[in-house]
């Protein structure tokens, strides 16, 4: 089972920041929150990713609040080709440190 | 970009066949996990390798096996196919397996049984 909650959908205005919000209450303290996104039935593509700080990177800033229970993805000025389904996916501490994913963000930019 | 290959991108084998699906890796990354996408829903991990030995798996029967070769590069084969199996069938390569790496995914296999 998925260990994250995610709205299915969601608007956005393109040259607005787009925020994508993501429950993840059954964190373990050593497991970490990915993002990826995939457009169209295409491969995911992998985003960002942290442990407990907020991250940045030339795509998004990943804020993730001090009890790490939730995170929100921030995409600071969405454009038209940033449409696809987010994925908020925390990492298993196990050998397998596989993702395990729930049914994602349809994100919507329109013009 | 991601310098993961995936081929082929669409197949269409007959209920009960057998299919090998196959994933060349990001150059240096060690390590290959293969996910199914069934339409609407997220991947599913089928299982992962690590330096050629199967090192986790995920809720697949055995007719779901695989291999990594010294280069790193991965085969998944499915035997007696089902019509349930058709699905996008992914395959991600990271560095090390480990907690603290990306994975990189490449286009996917597109596979119909019918």
């Known amino acids: 089972d998925a260990k994250t909650t995610q709205p299915p959908s969601m608007d956005c205005a393109e040259g607005r920041a787009a925020n994508l919000p993501c429950n993840h209450s059954?964190?373990?303290?050593?497991?970490?929150v990915y993002w990826y996104r995939q457009i169209h039935s295409q491969g995911p593509q992998y985003i960002i990713h942290?442990?407990?700080?907020?991250e940045t990177n030339e795509m998004a800033s990943l804020i993730i609040t001090e009890d790490r229970k939730s995170s929100t993805l921030i995409l600071p000025h969405a454009t038209l080709r940033d449409t696809a389904v987010y994925y908020c996916i925390v990492r298993v501490m196990d050998s397998n440190y596989q993702l395990i994913w729930g049914a994602g963000t349809k994100l919507i930019i329109k013009p | 970009e991601t310098g993961v290959t995936q081929s082929p991108t669409h197949l269409i084998k007959t209920r009960g066949q057998q299919v090998t699906l196959r994933c060349s890796s990001q150059?240096?990354?060690?390590?290959v996990s293969w996910y199914q996408q069934a339409l609407g829903q997220g991947p599913q991990f089928i299982f992962q390798?690590?330096?050629?030995?199967?090192?986790g798996r995920g809720n697949f029967p055995p007719r779901f096996s695989g291999l990594q070769f010294p280069n790193y590069s991965s085969e998944l084969n499915v035997n007696a196919l089902e019509l349930d199996d058709s699905a996008l069938y992914l395959c991600?390569?990271?560095?090390?397996?480990?907690?603290?790496?990306?994975?990189?995914f490449g286009q996917g296999t597109r596979l119909t049984v019918v």
């Open positions: 150059s240096g990354h060690n390590t």
């Open positions: 059954t964190i373990s303290g050593n497991e970490y």
């Open positions: 942290g442990l407990k700080n907020n």
């Open positions: 390798y690590y330096r050629e030995e199967e090192n």
């Open positions: 991600a390569s990271s560095l090390a397996s480990t907690m603290n790496t990306e994975a990189f």
